[in-house]
């Protein structure tokens, strides 16, 4: 562009000037930013016609390889885990943050209630299972997976269909279940429902998680509707991995006493006093704390 420039008249001389350094201060943020967190976003093809986008953090040789996942329905964008994933980068840790793909190709949003939903809890894992396996190659170590809120139930899940995965320990943060947790919409009707259904993948209205209306197939709300207190129990109970279970004392989405009867699953649980379902504000960094001493302490 310099070379052109010279070979103008005095007047193009300066309108080509100005394009060239708009153009550059334009394009000095995003150099900024790149090297401030050194994240990449990564395109994994799951299937033939769905990809799937997730945040990796290059960190520390000689520190530990995590993978965070989001809610239900969210992406990797959600504000507990990207604050997370971003504070656990800056203190030298590898971390991933998938976005499931809920069977939608390269998916940005988080899905509403109001939409279809094709996805079902058994392609979820196997998106899960498809990322952990592209971290292993990637780092050339076992992965510790933590998950928020319904995505600690769906780590759990993951653990029991694919009990040999490269996982070397597990956190779970304000950790729900479907079927019976305070802000769950579910009922037996619905079960009733699915289970009368002759046609187990026609579209029909469900209550499921915190959505009143969530239109699916009965195959699929059941697949999630599954994840119960008593199912999760008992893959807890089944696993040899270390666990722990990270809770807000003013969590008002999660059954608390049925969360704190885990630990005879042999899972540690741990209470942030004043913290809520997402950790926000000051607790944060009492998270951020309590996560970093987790993994200290699990070489």
Known sequence: ?????????????????????????????????????????????????????????PGENNKRVVMILHGFMLTHNFQTVKQLAESLHESGYTVLTPTLSLGINKRKTSLSCEAIHTHSLLGDLKDINQWVKWLTAKTGKKVTIIGHSAGSSQLIAYIHHYPYAPVNQMIFLSMPNFRDTPNSYATHKDIQLAQKTPDKNDLKKFALSYCKEY??????????????????????????????????????????????????????????????????AEYEFDLLDTVENILADHP
């Open 1 to 57: 562009m310099l070379s052109i420039l010279f070979k103008k008249n005095g007047i193009v001389k300066i309108l080509y000037s100005l394009i060239f350094l708009t153009g550059l201060f334009l394009y000095l943020p995003v150099l900024a930013q790149k090297n401030t967190n050194n994240s990449q976003i990564i395109t994994l093809q799951l299937t033939d016609k769905i990809a799937a986008y997730g945040e990796f953090y």
């Open 215 to 280: 239109i699916t197939t009965a195959n699929n709300f059941i697949s999630y509707y599954n994840l119960s207190k008593d199912n999760l129990y008992q893959y807890l109970k089944q696993t040899p991995i270390k666990k722990t279970l990270i809770l807000g004392s003013e969590d008002t989405r999660v059954d608390k006493n049925w969360n704190k009867s885990l630990a005879s699953t042999n899972t540690t649980i741990i209470i942030i006093k004043g913290a809520n379902h997402f950790f926000d």
